[in-house]
């Protein structure tokens, strides 16, 4: 009894730990480069700034609309007023009241003319507002092409990990093998302490390459603002390592795909435009503004007492609702106004705003010349990755070769020990430089089409 009692307990501890163990590996999500990208898309700070500059440019959009309509205000004021006041205008009189008084005065004015000031306010409103979405489609890019470029470093460092793994496995084998071999005197000791240095270097090799990947997982999980690295993994992806369509053969065509396509050179246009029409708005200041105002006013009044060099002299009113509110006239004015002479401050701003319109316009040459400078470097670092994969898949081949008949060799006692270890490095070398490789022209894909401002 005590037994099956025994059995029972364990079953069910084990059903539970099992049970932890798939809830634990249910909680831990695993993202895919897309996850990825459409995580930092959404949570970089880079991109949420954008945004709201994005935001900030409507609302200034909205507001230089608003310049072209008429404004409304209302004023009013309600007091009461009462002692003796001597009035000596004409002869000395004294008046001793109690009056309730109410003023209020609804006024608009509209805008005529003003120089073609708001006109260019709104103008230069309308071009940043799309500039603000061509920085935001930019930043889009360059968060996707980051985040790709670690993502690539990851699946890199997984596949080194994995090289020095399966390296320290042969290393480990080896040295158990000797460490028989020497016992029965088939192999000296040297060979043994050869092995053992040989080892501890591959292990050495496997600890760095391990903590590299790590590290890299906490960039990219960093990049996408997660703070809470062990609820996530990263996910595998294979490495495209196929060369780009026909579309890609000229580098003429991809400097001018990437001219006419790239957002943050359109937003640059936009600047030189943004500014020219920030010179129209401050050459506003040499005409004059026409003005059209209106409104109604309103000086109502009710005494409650009236004497006049101490005589009663208050008469009928109109009622109390009647003196105060329907008082009431109203006023249309046609305002002109002409800034002469200013002390050369239109003249100042002016010169300034030209001098900014020349330096969009150098910073937009600049950004051409970059442009197709980065593009033609990208696309002859591309075509050495195409000769890269080739040489690195030969050199494969035969580093693998090579060891496979030095082992061989080794085995049956016709080659040394040195020999042998030198052909395994140079087939971990030559593995780590074909993953290498293999990264690297799928990350100069990317750099390509991040470039040329594709989506």
């Known amino acids: 009894m005590k037994i099956r009692l025994k059995y029972f307990f364990a079953i069910v501890s084990t059903l539970c730990i099992s049970a932890n163990n798939m809830q634990a590996q249910d909680s831990v999500k695993v993202l895919s480069l897309d996850d990825c990208i459409r995580l930092g898309l959404t949570q970089s700070a880079h991109i949420l700034r954008s945004q709201d500059s994005v935001q900030i440019t409507g609302a200034a959009l909205i507001g230089a609309y608003g310049q072209f309509l008429p404004d409304l205000n209302f004023n009013s004021n309600y007091g009461y007023l009462g002692g003796s006041n001597l009035l000596t205008t004409t002869e000395p009189t004294l008046v001793n009241s109690r009056e309730t008084q109410l003023n209020y005065q609804l006024s608009s004015t509209i805008n005529i003319f003003n120089g073609f000031s708001n006109q260019a306010t709104l103008k230069a409103a309308v071009l940043s507002k799309s500039a603000s979405q061509y920085n935001l489609d930019r930043a889009k890019q360059q968060i996707t092409y980051d985040i790709t470029q670690t993502f690539l470093q990851v699946m890199l460092d997984r596949k080194i990990v994995d090289y020095a793994q399966k390296n320290l496995d042969v290393s480990t084998q080896r040295e158990s093998q000797l460490q028989e071999q020497t016992n029965v005197g088939r192999k000296t000791v040297a060979d043994l302490y050869q092995q053992q240095a040989e080892m501890s270097s591959d292990k050495l090799f496997e600890i760095q390459s391990e903590d590299k990947l790590k590290n890299d997982i906490i960039l ?134 030209t001098i900014e319109e020349r330096s969009e316009e150098v910073e937009n040459d600049d950004l051409m010349v970059q442009i197709s400078s980065d593009v033609k470097q990208a696309y002859n670092d591309y075509l050495a990755a195409l000769q890269q994969i080739s040489t690195a898949t030969r050199g494969l081949t035969a580093a693998q070769q090579a060891f496979y008949v030095i082992q061989g060799q080794y085995n049956v006692g016709r080659t040394d020990f040195v020999t042998l270890s030198n052909s395994q490095v140079a087939l971990l070398q030559a593995q780590v430089n074909k993953a290498q490789s293999d990264v690297n022209l799928a990350l100069q894909k990317k750099v390509i089409d991040y470039y040329i401002g594709k989506q």
């Open 220 to 353: 990219l999980l960093r990049k996408l603002r997660i703070s809470q690295t062990d609820k996530y993994k990263i996910g595998y992806m294979a490495v495209d390592t196929t060369p780009l369509g026909q579309g890609y053969q000229s580098v003429q065509i991809l400097v001018d795909t990437a001219i006419a396509q790239r957002p943050d050179l359109k937003s640059s246009e936009l600047n030189m435009k943004i500014a020219d029409w920030q010179i129209e708005q401050y050459r506003s200041g040499y005409l004059p503004k026409l003005y059209l105002q209106g409104g109604l006013v309103s000086n109502g009044g009710y005494f409650n007492q009236l004497y006049v060099n101490g005589a009663d002299v208050l008469g009928p009113q109109e009622p109390y609702g009647k003196a105060l509110f329907g008082q009431l006239y109203g006023e249309v004015a046609l305002s002109l106004s002409w800034h002469i002479f200013d002390r050369l401050y239109n003249k100042t701003n002016v010169d300034i705003a």
